[in-house]
């Protein structure tokens, strides 16, 4: 078997070259020979991935490109280096990419919608800038992968380019995040004038050398920009809701199962590898900020997605509501709180993409995603309204789901940091589990009264959407059920085979060992035999499972009733929220202006 140095990039290489193969050849090979070729180095990234996995253990797997390693401690050369949290980072991406390639195999029938092998080469560029960016060791690199994953999102999001809706979400979403990743790049600029170093690993070790100042605040809250905009923290999420409303259910399913959570994960590495040493920003600083803006994202996302009808935009709500727990789990950065994290993060990828696959039937069907419009219309798919149902009872954080693990040992951990932090996470997994519990007793059971109009309220329907595949009265390809059913049979896996929290658990450990990691890059050396966290199943951690559940049902049952009791004032409080979200890009832009100089003006205060 390869050496896990070996491994680092041949598993970007691979969904590179393949891409590079369908971009010249795509225009004269059949559709089949072009989906198999897609497929094919899909899965060989797969298989690399996993053997890496394997490779790297419990240590940091390090790779020089063209033998350009540090001498004396300095180094010009390009540096991959992954551990376990990385390699799972860059496996989730590559397993959901695979994924949407099988469930996309008969998508776009139409000839218009094939574009001569276009999507498959996308989805293998996305694949290659996910990858890179989970493995780099190398700030600027990271900027760079960070924006070919990007690039190709924004080409993905607005691929109907016949339909000006899904233009205008690619373009919210193409220069909000361009406006973040210049700040970003500005970031880079003064870390380099500062210490002459782009390598996580070097920048840390050169800030440990120098007592921490005002521009190295600034650089961090500047750096974090792009990642934290990626991953939609609040004030930086207007653009995600819009974008899913518009791309296709299988970009959706990439987007809100791990672009994301790459956002959440980078933003993390990036401050405790970087900023973590005592030239840094002072953890006193930097904890409490992104714990508020976690706890905040998080309530939000819930808030928003129990509101809406429009079943791409209530996912993509619900999205925004569990990065928000993603971003209080990484901001304590503990070996408990990354491992937890790290089992919620790969179970909610599954759990996701599948609810948006299941959406993409509902199109298919109906060519609506309208909670409201498609009253009682699903009855006839009673596969498809179980999968949609255990989906909403996996985001409420239901035993065995690995959902309820991660949430479990997620919440334990900022229990320990403070008291009222886990009812946060019972809280948005509940609203949000039953907001799609909620959608599926009324699309397919036709259960509770037809729901009501508000003509007075700020409403996005998804009533008349374009149906994402041509044919409706054609049967429904197998794909389009399996992969969403073999999702969720992954997201169910990862509660029950108690491996897989060890081995995350005991990844968390060397992930929040910066000194271990610095010293792996830049000198060689072995990581220390990680202390791994407890990673199993506890009683409080079932019975706050069972409750976030209960409560989801109990939630969902009383909105099929009629609307819930609300007093005047939050019913004013929520209006207004919701006018927050107007579409309009001049709107999105100072938000995220105002977070940023709020960001700053925290972390300023706090150091």
């Given at each position: 078997?390869?050496?896990?140095?070996?491994?680092?990039?041949?598993?970007?290489?691979?969904?590179?070259?393949?891409?590079?193969?369908?971009?010249?050849?795509?225009?004269?090979?059949?559709?089949?020979?072009?989906?198999?070729?897609?497929?094919?180095?899909?899965?060989?990234?797969?298989?690399?991935?996993?053997?890496?996995?394997?490779?790297?253990?419990?240590?940091?797997?390090?790779?020089?490109?063209?033998?350009?390693?540090?001498?004396?401690?300095?180094?010009?050369?390009?540096?991959?280096?992954?551990?376990?949290?990385?390699?799972?980072?860059?496996?989730?991406?590559?397993v959901?990419?695979?994924?949407?390639?099988?469930?996309?195999?008969?998508?776009?029938?139409?000839?218009?919608?094939?574009?001569?092998?276009?999507?498959?080469?996308?989805?293998?560029?996305?694949?290659?800038?996910?990858?890179?960016?989970?493995?780099?060791?190398?700030?600027?690199?990271?900027?760079?992968?960070?924006?070919?994953?990007?690039?190709?999102?924004?080409a993905?999001?607005?691929?109907?380019?016949?339909?000006?809706r899904?233009?205008?979400?690619?373009?919210?979403?193409?220069?909000?995040?361009?406006?973040?990743?210049?700040?970003?790049?500005?970031?880079i600029?003064?870390?380099?004038?500062?210490?002459?170093?782009?390598?996580?690993?070097?920048?840390?070790?050169?800030?440990?050398?120098?007592?921490?100042?005002?521009?190295?605040?600034?650089?961090?809250v500047?750096?974090?920009?792009?990642?934290?905009?990626?991953?939609?923290?609040?004030?930086?999420?207007?653009?995600?809701?819009?974008?899913h409303?518009?791309a296709?259910?299988?970009?959706?399913?990439?987007?809100?199962g791990?672009?994301?959570?790459?956002?959440?994960?980078?933003?993390?590495?990036?401050?405790?590898?970087?900023?973590?040493?005592?030239?840094?920003?002072?953890?006193?600083?930097?904890?409490?900020?992104?714990?508020?803006?976690?706890?905040?994202?998080?309530?939000?996302?819930?808030?928003?997605?129990?509101?809406?009808?429009?079943?791409k935009?209530?996912?993509?709500?619900?999205?925004?509501?569990?990065?928000?727990?993603?971003?209080?789990?990484?901001?304590l950065?503990?070996?408990?709180?990354?491992?937890?994290?790290?089992?919620?993060?790969?179970?909610?990828?599954?759990?996701?993409?599948?609810?948006?696959?299941?959406?993409?039937?509902?199109?298919?069907?109906?060519?609506?995603?309208?909670?409201?419009?498609?009253?009682?219309?699903?009855?006839?798919?009673?596969?498809?309204?179980?999968?949609?149902?255990?989906?909403?009872?996996?985001?409420?954080?239901?035993?065995p789901?690995?959902?309820?693990?991660?949430?479990?040992?997620?919440?334990?951990?900022?229990?320990?940091?403070?008291?009222?932090?886990?009812?946060?996470?019972?809280?948005?997994?509940?609203?949000?589990?039953?907001?799609?519990?909620?959608?599926?007793?009324?699309?397919?059971?036709?259960?509770?009264?037809?729901p009501?109009?508000?003509?007075?309220e700020?409403?996005?329907?998804?009533?008349?959407?374009?149906?994402?595949?041509?044919?409706?009265?054609?049967?429904?390809?197998?794909?389009?059920?399996?992969?969403?059913?073999?999702?969720?049979?992954?997201?169910?896996?990862?509660?029950?085979?108690?491996?897989?929290?060890?081995?995350?658990?005991?990844?968390?450990?060397?992930?929040?060992?910066?000194?271990g990691?610095?010293?792996?890059?830049?000198?060689?050396?072995?990581?220390?035999?990680?202390?791994?966290?407890?990673?199993?199943?506890?009683?409080?951690?079932?019975?706050?499972?069972?409750?976030?559940?209960?409560?989801?049902?109990?939630?969902?049952?009383?909105?099929?009733?009629g609307?819930?009791?609300?007093?005047?004032?939050?019913?004013?409080?929520?209006?207004?929220?919701?006018?927050?979200?107007?579409?309009?890009?001049?709107?999105?832009?100072?938000?995220?202006?105002?977070?940023?100089?709020g960001?700053?003006?925290?972390?300023?205060?706090?150091?």
């Open positions: 078997m390869p050496s896990a140095a070996d491994l680092l990039p041949l598993a970007v290489a691979v969904p590179l070259l393949g891409a590079a193969l369908l971009a010249v050849t795509g225009r004269r090979l059949p559709r089949t020979a072009r989906d198999t070729v897609a497929a094919c180095c899909s899965a060989a990234q797969v298989l690399c991935l996993g053997a890496l996995w394997v490779r790297t253990g419990d240590g940091v797997a390090v790779s020089w490109l063209g033998g350009w390693g540090p001498v004396g401690g300095e180094s010009v050369g390009i540096v991959l280096a992954a551990d376990r949290i990385g390699v799972l980072a860059a496996l989730l991406a590559a959901l990419v695979l994924a949407v390639l099988a469930y996309s195999w008969r998508y776009f029938d139409e000839p218009a919608g094939d574009k001569g092998g276009v999507y498959p080469a996308l989805l293998l560029l996305f694949s290659a800038g996910m990858t890179g960016f989970a493995l780099t060791g190398d700030l600027f690199d990271a900027f760079v992968f960070f924006e070919l994953m990007g690039a190709v999102a924004y993905l999001t607005g691929y109907r380019i016949e339909d000006p899904p233009l205008h979400g690619a373009l919210t979403f193409g220069i909000v995040n361009s406006l973040a990743a210049y700040a970003s790049l500005l970031g600029g003064l870390l380099y004038a500062r210490t002459g170093e782009l390598g996580l690993a070097q920048l840390g070790r050169a800030l440990d050398a120098r007592p921490p100042d005002a521009l190295v605040g600034c650089a961090f500047l750096v974090l920009a792009g990642p934290l905009v990626k991953a939609a923290a609040v004030p930086f999420h207007f653009w995600l809701p819009d974008a409303a518009v296709p259910s299988p970009v959706c399913m990439l987007l809100s791990v672009m994301v959570e790459l956002g959440a994960y980078g933003a993390a590495r990036i401050r405790g590898t970087v900023f973590g040493g005592p030239g840094g920003v002072p953890a006193d600083a930097v904890r409490p900020v992104l714990l508020a803006v976690g706890v905040v994202t998080a309530l939000t996302g819930a808030l928003m997605c129990w509101q809406q009808r429009h079943l935009r209530l996912l993509a709500f619900s999205t925004v509501g569990h990065v928000g727990l993603f971003l209080v789990g990484f901001a950065l503990t070996p408990e709180s990354v491992g937890g994290t790290a089992v919620y993060l790969a179970a909610h990828a599954g759990g996701k993409a599948a609810l948006f696959g299941l959406c993409g039937v509902l199109l298919d069907r109906f060519g609506s995603v309208d909670e409201h419009g498609l009253f009682g219309r699903g009855r006839g798919l009673p596969l498809t309204a179980a999968l949609f149902a255990a989906g909403g009872l996996a985001l409420a954080g239901l035993p789901f690995g959902t309820g693990l991660g949430k479990a040992l997620a919440e334990h951990a900022a229990g320990e940091w403070a008291w009222w932090l886990p009812a946060v996470y019972v809280l948005v997994s509940a609203v949000t589990g039953a907001a799609v519990l909620r959608a599926a007793a009324r699309v397919f059971g036709g259960w509770g009264r037809p009501a109009e508000h003509p007075g700020p409403e996005t329907t998804g009533e008349g959407e374009e149906p994402e595949v041509r044919g409706p009265r054609r049967a429904l390809p197998r794909p389009m059920l399996a992969v969403p059913a073999l999702l969720l049979a992954a997201c169910l896996a990862i509660g029950l085979l108690p491996a897989v929290g060890r081995r995350l658990a005991a990844a968390a450990a060397v992930f929040t060992d910066r000194t990691y610095l010293g792996a890059v830049l000198d060689g050396a072995p990581v220390p035999p990680p202390a791994a966290p407890p990673s199993g199943w506890t009683a409080s951690g079932v019975l706050l499972g069972l409750l976030s559940a209960v409560l989801a049902a109990a939630l969902a049952a009383a909105a099929l009733r609307p819930l009791p609300v007093p005047a004032g939050a019913r004013r409080a929520v209006r207004a929220l919701r006018r927050l979200h107007s579409g309009l890009l001049g709107d999105y832009v100072t938000w995220l202006l105002v977070g940023l100089a960001l700053l003006a925290a972390v300023a205060a706090l150091s």
